[in-house]
């Protein structure tokens, strides 16, 4: 497949997958719009700079797929999976236009997309990856029909792998580090629908130093050195929990502002810090040398990623594990 035939089929996105997605779920709530969207695009260079370890359990899905295999990564950001295995082609798609660009220049097939309305046709690819990324979706809704979408573009038999942060960190330190989101918050972005998932704290803490990869842990590799590369974590024996164990996700904090630290330098290699600082948006932290973006997450408790694939007909969970501090789910569609 060459890629002007890719690009067609990129712009054949079937009406099925175009209108089953509702006004409600399409519109992207201003709290993604500002604690993501724009946020990484203001932190996009320093961040690619972070990002080039790849995970073992992703680097082992894309090595088991076929010769040949179509890959598509769904919130891809600077592209570090992209061409990992040189057997398949990938296409890679993120909500950010600054870390397109940068995927673009390392010469990537890339476009600018939102992970709700995914730009290819229906049963499109082999196998499909969201990596870190539904954890940025602010509703129940939303990250449901981001994994429909990842669904709906691979064909019958195809692989979506799906990770995302953890409520159950390895390092529990973390948790007490970033800053929970209080009430207001979450009237302003909570389909009043949805179940009351979420605590109402109020409690503001400070701010950390940005954590070593997606992860979100900051401890791993000598650790991970020490472990066997066929083996799980010690942590990766956690057991599912059914549907009837998410009413603890009542009691838990999910929800919460996750810091990162633009150094100072990197800060005025454009004038969008500067901005954000004379609004409000970042703050500076003298004391590190650094401007402070917040970014906002959603982190899964045990049995949650599963409860949301549960209701998808055409879709059967073929793996579930813990890695890294990260719930993850393999899915055939059927």
Known sequence: MNSNEILGAQESVSSKGDHSCSSSVQS?????????????????????????????KVAGFLDSLMPGSLVLDAGCGNGKYLGFNPGCFFIGCDISPSLIEICAAREHEVLVADAVNLPYKD??????????????????????????????????????????WAVEQEDKSLLSKWTPLCEKYNEEWVDPSSPPVRNQSTIVLESIAETD???????????????????????????????SNIDEHKKT??????????????????????????????KKDDKKGTVVY???????????????????????????????????LVLEKL
């Open 28 to 56: 992207t709530p201003d709290i993604e719009k500002m604690y993501v969207h724009r946020v990484y695009d203001a932190i996009a260079p320093h961040f690619s700079s972070t990002r080039f370890a790849k995970w073992p």
């Open 123 to 164: 049963n499109f690819g082999d196998a499909a990856i969201s990596i870190a990324v539904l954890h940025h979706l602010s509703t129940d809704a939303r990250r449901r029909k981001a994994i429909e979408e990842l669904i709906r573009v691979v064909r019958k038999g195809g692989l979506v792998l799906i990770t995302v």
């Open 253 to 282: 904090q999910q929800e919460y502002f996750v810091p990162w630290h633009l150094p100072f330098h990197r800060a005025e290699i454009s004038g969008a810090s500067a901005a954000a600082l004379e609004n409000g948006f970042a």
């Open 294 to 328: 917040n970014r906002y997450y959603h982190v899964f408790v045990e049995g949650e990623l599963q409860r949301l694939v549960s209701g998808i007909n055409n879709a059967a969970v073929v793996d579930q594990f813990y890695d890294k501090s990260n719930w993850c």
């Open 213 to 243: 990869e997606d992860t979100g842990v900051v401890k791993q590799r000598s650790d991970n050195l020490k472990r066997s590369n066929n083996g799980l974590d010690d942590e990766a024996n956690v057991t599912w929990s059914d549907s």
